[in-house]
């Protein structure tokens, strides 16, 4: 089967950004395409097999009959149209703003859109010049698909309200697959979504949400530009931000003295506060008021970058990789939470525990709003935004090797979280277990 990529973003704008990748430079060494042409749909087609979470979408059967022998379509991956061999002249377009995408003639082959997030496609097929079949996508009533399979849990949390929020607003028959340990999590906090193991191509529509910082059509935007909070919007087209379901324990708390959680790990360090026993003093403090601290990441010591970041000594060991569902009980349970830019305290967000925030290597907007965020702005930070330069490849990417390296969380005080601490404190109107105890 012929297969033949379009996309819906200037081909330009692609070609600017993708020409310095691995991949690109791959294809040259094996196949050398003799047009531009030929390079963007050997780099389309390999991008997308690296990417979809499941085989079979280059020869799998499209189901969607258009009542015309050999012409079929569905958007399963993207836009999906199989064409038969004729005269055949295809227009694709957006409905809601008129913008066309692909006004070609074809004979035979399949014809995929390179990108997958949510767009209001308008199929228009004229036969010797007649037009034969016209289709604007239309999810009501019909099965759809989500799938996420990357395994980030500030990702995925960032994305759990849009799938209920999805399926009220197109009254669509919504399945949502996801990786095994959100599942129990997910079913308590939207029952009404039907959870799956696997999907298949039967249905009228499946969209793959990710996050991704680069030119890669999976968002049609960098992530790095908006609140990690709009990219599931951003994705499934929808311009607010849904309410998120409160999340109803289903456990009682581990103890009935007051405690509060931390999580000092990230799964790198540059996303850890570096100042020297830092927390080793905010625990010392918070114990100081009567509080007892559990920490709750996944592992007791970890090495990541240069840097070996352990469970501070004077804080309960509640590390290990226990059941999300569980760490959302004792997260709910607690008074407040203190930890990073990471997936903990988008856990502890989910279930509305109160979060501290330590974090300056991102923008202030980049993650979910809490008014506790701890940032030194009067040094060098915020690079995860900055979409000049790759935060994830690059272990800081200004000062790489220079003593100000990774100073946006090296130069974050314990003073400054502890500020945040009793602001936090006095907002919540909480009054710390010593003080309980001393009162009369």
Same mark, same amino acid.
């Given at each position: 089967?012929?297969?033949?990529?379009?996309?819906?973003?200037?081909?330009?704008?692609?070609?600017?950004?993708?020409?310095?990748?691995?991949?690109?430079?791959?294809?040259?060494?094996?196949?050398?395409?003799?047009?531009?042409?030929? %390079?963007?749909?050997?780099?389309?087609?390999?991008?997308?097999?690296?990417?979809?979470?499941?085989?079979?979408?280059?020869?799998?059967?499209?189901?969607?009959?258009?009542?015309?022998?050999?012409?079929?379509?569905?958007?399963?991956?993207?836009?999906? %149209?199989?064409?038969?061999?004729? =005269?055949?002249?295809?227009?694709?377009?957006?409905?809601?703003?008129?913008?066309?995408?692909?006004?070609?003639?074809?004979?035979?082959?399949?014809?995929?859109?390179?990108?997958?997030?949510?767009?209001?496609?308008?199929?228009?097929?004229?036969?010797?010049?007649?037009?034969?079949?016209?289709?604007?996508?239309?999810?009501?009533?019909?099965?759809?698909?989500?799938?996420?399979?990357?395994? #980030?849990?500030?990702?995925?949390?960032?994305?759990?309200?849009?799938?209920? !929020?999805?399926?009220?607003?197109?009254?669509?028959?919504?399945?949502?697959?996801?990786?095994?340990?959100?599942?129990?999590?997910? #079913?308590?906090?939207?029952?009404?979504?039907?959870?799956?193991?696997?999907? =298949?191509?039967?249905?009228?529509?499946?969209?793959?949400?990710?996050?991704?910082?680069?030119?890669?059509?999976?968002?049609?935007?960098?992530?790095?530009?908006?609140?990690?909070?709009?990219?599931?919007?951003?994705?499934?087209?929808?311009?607010?931000?849904?309410?998120?379901?409160?999340?109803?324990?289903?456990?009682?708390?581990?103890?009935?003295?007051?405690?509060?959680?931390?999580?000092?790990?990230?799964?790198?360090?540059?996303?850890?506060?570096?100042?020297?026993?830092?927390?080793?003093?905010?625990?010392?403090?918070?114990?100081?008021?009567?509080?007892?601290?559990?920490?709750? &990441?996944?592992?007791?010591?970890?090495?990541?970058?240069?840097?070996?970041?352990?469970?501070?000594? #004077?804080?309960?060991?509640?590390?290990?990789?226990?059941?999300?569902?569980?760490?959302?009980?004792?997260?709910?349970?607690?008074?407040?939470?203190?930890?990073?830019?990471?997936?903990?305290?988008?856990?502890?967000?989910?279930? &509305?525990?109160?979060?501290?925030?330590?974090?300056?290597?991102?923008?202030?907007?980049?993650?979910?709003?809490?008014?506790?965020?701890? #940032?030194?702005?009067?040094?060098?930070?915020?690079?995860?935004?900055?979409?000049?330069?790759?935060?994830?490849?690059?272990?800081?990417?200004?000062?790489?090797?220079?003593?100000?390296?990774? !100073?946006?969380?090296?130069?974050?005080?314990?003073?400054?979280?502890?500020?945040?601490?009793?602001?936090?404190?006095?907002?919540?109107?909480?009054?710390?277990?010593?003080?309980?105890?001393?009162?009369?």
């Amino acid at each position: 089967m012929r297969l033949h990529f379009f996309t819906v973003n200037d081909i330009e704008d692609y070609r600017k950004n993708y020409h310095d990748t691995r991949l690109i430079k791959k294809i040259l060494e094996e196949i050398r395409p003799k047009t531009p042409e030929d %390079l963007d749909q050997e780099f389309f087609l390999r991008l997308a097999k690296s990417l979809q979470e499941r085989g079979g979408f280059f020869d799998s059967e499209i189901y969607g009959d258009t009542g015309i022998d050999g012409l079929r379509l569905d958007f399963n991956f993207g836009l999906r %149209l199989d064409v038969p061999e004729g =005269n055949f002249l295809v227009k694709i377009s957006d409905f809601d703003t008129g913008k066309i995408f692909f006004d070609k003639y074809i004979s035979g082959g399949r014809l995929v859109s390179v990108e997958r997030y949510f767009i209001r496609w308008h199929v228009e097929i004229f036969l010797d010049d007649r037009e034969i079949f016209s289709h604007t996508l239309d999810l009501e009533g019909q099965p759809v698909a989500v799938v996420c399979k990357f395994e #980030a849990l500030g990702d995925m949390l960032a994305f759990l309200p849009y799938f209920a !929020e999805f399926k009220r607003v197109h009254r669509c028959d919504l399945s949502v697959c996801l990786p095994k340990i959100y599942r129990e999590l997910y #079913a308590r906090l939207y029952p009404e979504i039907n959870l799956v193991d696997e999907i =298949n191509f039967e249905t009228y529509a499946t969209y793959y949400p990710g996050m991704m910082m680069s030119p890669y059509p999976i968002v049609p935007v960098d992530v790095r530009r908006m609140s990690l909070t709009q990219a599931g919007g951003m994705i499934f087209g929808t311009d607010y931000l849904p309410p998120k379901n409160s999340f109803k324990p289903t456990e009682p708390p581990v103890t009935n003295e007051p405690y509060v959680c931390i999580a000092v790990q990230s799964n790198v360090a540059r996303k850890c506060w570096l100042w020297p026993n830092g927390w080793d003093i905010v625990v010392d403090y918070l114990k100081s008021l009567g509080w007892r601290v559990f920490c709750i &990441d996944k592992e007791e010591e970890l090495t990541t970058d240069g840097f070996t970041i352990r469970r501070p000594d #004077a804080a309960e060991n509640f590390t290990g990789n226990r059941p999300l569902l569980e760490r959302a009980n004792m997260l709910y349970h607690a008074e407040f939470f203190i930890g990073l830019g990471s997936g903990l305290s988008w856990l502890a967000w989910t279930t &509305d525990c109160p979060v501290v925030m330590i974090c300056g290597f991102s923008q202030d907007w980049c993650e979910f709003y809490t008014p506790y965020r701890v #940032a030194n702005r009067k040094v060098c930070n915020g690079c995860f935004n900055d979409s000049r330069v790759i935060y994830l490849r690059d272990n800081c990417p200004y000062h790489k090797n220079t003593p100000r390296a990774l !100073e946006c969380q090296k130069k974050i005080s314990p003073r400054m979280v502890i500020d945040a601490i009793e602001r936090l404190i006095v907002d919540r109107k909480l009054t710390p277990p010593a003080l309980r105890r001393n009162s009369f």
